[in-house]
Structure formats: structure tokens, C-alpha cells
């Protein structure tokens, strides 16, 4: 059950992932002809497309730690034994999630302080910033899901 309910948590970040990415490179690409062809832009969709790139990191990097793909530290795991290392998997995925969890928590203080201090003009642009805490709490949830999950 636990496997099913993380492989839909995939799915639907891989849908994320793809339709921030497709949409970034299509506001870029208008972006270019509007400017080469018609000589305006639009200052706006240079702020989405940054805020879609750190959309497309966030979720790549939950897609990562979904599939064990994640950056680590292996400098101690040459000197362990398998078993050494199937028994410090738990702990530290706790850990990592305890530090994602701590994380989402003050991103989500971030995103209600940009929300009461950002003036008036650049408010459009807040629903972006959702990305941080929901990011970091995805990456808590994955973190805590390789607890249950046996690795193959």
C-alpha cells in the first residue's frame, strides 16, 4: 500500500516536473521571438520563468530522493559492510527528514512573511513561493516513506 501510494506521489511530481519544464520553455521560446521579431517583451515572464526553473529543481530533486538517486555522502559506505549500511539506512533517512521537515516549516514562514510584506505590484508572483515549503515537505515525505519501503 505504502509502495503504491509513493509510486502515485511519482507520478503526479513527474507531472509537475514535465509541465513546469514544457511551459518554461515555451514562455522562453515566446519570449525570444516577441523580442527578435517584434521588438518588445514581457517583463513578467522572465519572473515565471525563474520561479518554473526552481519549480523544475524542487521536483527533480523529490523525484531523486524517490528513486534513491539523491545526492550522498558515500565516504564511510567503502569501509561498511552491506548490512552495516542496511541498518543506518533508516536512521538516516529519519534524520533527512527531520532536516527537510525543519525546512519546510521556515519556508513556510518565508511565504507568509513575502505575502504580508510584498507590495502591491508584485503579489502575482507569490503563489510561486509555495514551492519552497511544498517542496521541502515532499522531500520530508519521501525521506520518511524509505523507512517503510524495502529496497530490492
Known amino acids: ?19 513546469s519544464l514544457f511551459l518554461l520553455l515555451a514562455l522562453s521560446l515566446f519570449q525570444i521571438i516577441t523580442r527578435n521579431f517584434f521588438d518588445f517583451g514581457f517583463p513578467e515572464i522572465e519572473i515565471i520563468n525563474r520561479n518554473l526553473l526552481v519549480v523544475c529543481g524542487a521536483m527533480g530533486a523529490v523525484i531523486a530522493t524517490s528513486k534513491l538517486r539523491h545526492i550522498k555522502i558515500d565516504v564511510l559506505t567503502v569501509l561498511m559492510s552491506k548490512r552495516q549500511i542496511a541498518l543506518l539506512r533508516c536512521p538516516l533517512a529519519l534524520f533527512s527528514a527531520a532536516v527537510c521537515l525543519l525546512m519546510c516549516y521556515y519556508a513556510g514562514i518565508f511565504v ?28 520530508g515525505l519521501h525521506f520518511l516513506l524509505i523507512c517503510f519501503i524495502r529496497t530490492k
Do not use: C, H
Open 112 to 139: 507568509m512573511d513575502e505575502w504580508q510584506y510584498a507590495p502591491a505590484n508584485e503579489r502575482w508572483a507569490l503563489p510561486f513561493t509555495f514551492i519552497y515549503p511544498f517542496g521541502f515537505g515532499l522531500l
Open 1 to 19: 500500500m505504502i509502495e503504491k501510494f509513493q509510486q502515485g506521489l511519482v507520478k503526479v511530481e513527474s507531472i509537475i516536473a514535465a509541465f
